[in-house]
């Protein structure tokens, strides 16, 4: 994976968000170089998703830096008051930044194709003859070619879930944000999405993923993040955060964590 160039695509610098009086995020750096994979791992309610609809600006943090590929965010009030102060610029990171949620977010009265057409048309006034192309190769690419013609409701989960994926692929974004990708899913139908995902990250695709799978953290990822209660408590590469903990909150976590996914994914017996 190239990681080579000196400007992230993403950086961020001492992030705070909060939930009212509920503080979220309490001063978070995490900073993905083209052709990085970081992993963010932890506990229900660490702060690992908030982080992701954060750095796309789907949600307003209160302190701290977001700089999208050397551009900072620019923001204006301060505070609870604090949102982006430029409106095209909060567009242009969106689009750059495509977003694969757990719950699919497929319109359900469109065809496949057509949910995966629909922003690159209408958000980016793209030419529609060149959009279904480069569609329809995305939809082969997630190796759903054939279902492109079918609603969501006919598709397993996992299906529903690589569409999503060639849906956000479509944008040609300079980087994906997965936000549990796979928990929505049955491990035979969470294989499917890993594959995809493991596929992208062979091909050098920047990448942020929120994730509770320890095993695709391990097999795609550059950098593991683990958050503890807002803050990072520990990273570093996969190799290491995953089979050598430094800190007794990730021994805990793993502890918890791996048994219960090796659990899952055994097969039946009679």
């Given at each position: 994976m190239n990681t080579s160039s000196a400007?992230?695509?993403?950086?961020?610098?001492?992030?705070?968000?909060?939930?009212?009086?509920?503080?979220?995020?309490?001063?978070?750096?995490?900073?993905?170089h083209a052709g990085q994979v970081v992993s963010l791992i932890g506990s229900s309610g660490s702060g690992k998703s908030t982080l992701l609809r954060c750095a796309n600006l789907l949600e307003d943090s209160q302190q701290g830096d977001i700089i999208f590929d050397g551009d900072p965010v620019r923001w204006k009030g301060a505070g609870a008051n604090r949102r982006p102060a430029d409106h095209a610029q909060m567009i242009r990171i969106r689009t750059n930044l495509s977003m694969v949620f757990q719950q699919f977010n497929l319109w359900a009265h469109m065809t496949v194709l057509q949910n995966v057409m629909e922003a690159p048309v209408t958000v980016l006034k793209r030419d529609r003859a060149q959009v279904e192309s480069v569609a329809r190769g995305y939809l082969a690419k997630v190796g759903i070619a054939d279902k492109a013609d079918a609603f969501p409701a006919q598709l397993s989960g996992g299906q529903q879930q690589r569409a999503a994926i060639a849906r956000a692929l479509c944008m040609e974004p300079k980087a994906l944000l997965f936000d549990e990708p796979t928990s929505a899913l049955d491990p035979e139908l969470e294989q499917e999405v890993v594959r995809v995902i493991q596929a992208l990250a062979e091909e050098g695709r920047t990448m942020l993923i929120v994730t509770h799978d320890m095993r695709m953290a391990a097999d795609v990822s550059d950098h593991v993040v683990f958050l503890h209660q807002g803050r990072i408590e520990e990273q570093g590469p996969p190799g290491r955060i995953l089979t050598d903990p430094q800190t007794d909150r990730l021994r805990g976590f793993l502890s918890a964590t791996l048994p219960a996914q090796m659990a899952a994914h055994a097969p039946a017996t009679v």
């Amino acid at each position: 994976m190239n990681t080579s160039s000196a400007t992230p695509v993403i950086a961020i610098r001492n992030l705070h968000k909060a939930y009212g009086s509920l503080e979220v995020l309490k001063g978070v750096d995490i900073t993905a170089h083209a052709g990085q994979v970081v992993s963010l791992i932890g506990s229900s309610g660490s702060g690992k998703s908030t982080l992701l609809r954060c750095a796309n600006l789907l949600e307003d943090s209160q302190q701290g830096d977001i700089i999208f590929d050397g551009d900072p965010v620019r923001w204006k009030g301060a505070g609870a008051n604090r949102r982006p102060a430029d409106h095209a610029q909060m567009i242009r990171i969106r689009t750059n930044l495509s977003m694969v949620f757990q719950q699919f977010n497929l319109w359900a009265h469109m065809t496949v194709l057509q949910n995966v057409m629909e922003a690159p048309v209408t958000v980016l006034k793209r030419d529609r003859a060149q959009v279904e192309s480069v569609a329809r190769g995305y939809l082969a690419k997630v190796g759903i070619a054939d279902k492109a013609d079918a609603f969501p409701a006919q598709l397993s989960g996992g299906q529903q879930q690589r569409a999503a994926i060639a849906r956000a692929l479509c944008m040609e974004p300079k980087a994906l944000l997965f936000d549990e990708p796979t928990s929505a899913l049955d491990p035979e139908l969470e294989q499917e999405v890993v594959r995809v995902i493991q596929a992208l990250a062979e091909e050098g695709r920047t990448m942020l993923i929120v994730t509770h799978d320890m095993r695709m953290a391990a097999d795609v990822s550059d950098h593991v993040v683990f958050l503890h209660q807002g803050r990072i408590e520990e990273q570093g590469p996969p190799g290491r955060i995953l089979t050598d903990p430094q800190t007794d909150r990730l021994r805990g976590f793993l502890s918890a964590t791996l048994p219960a996914q090796m659990a899952a994914h055994a097969p039946a017996t009679v």
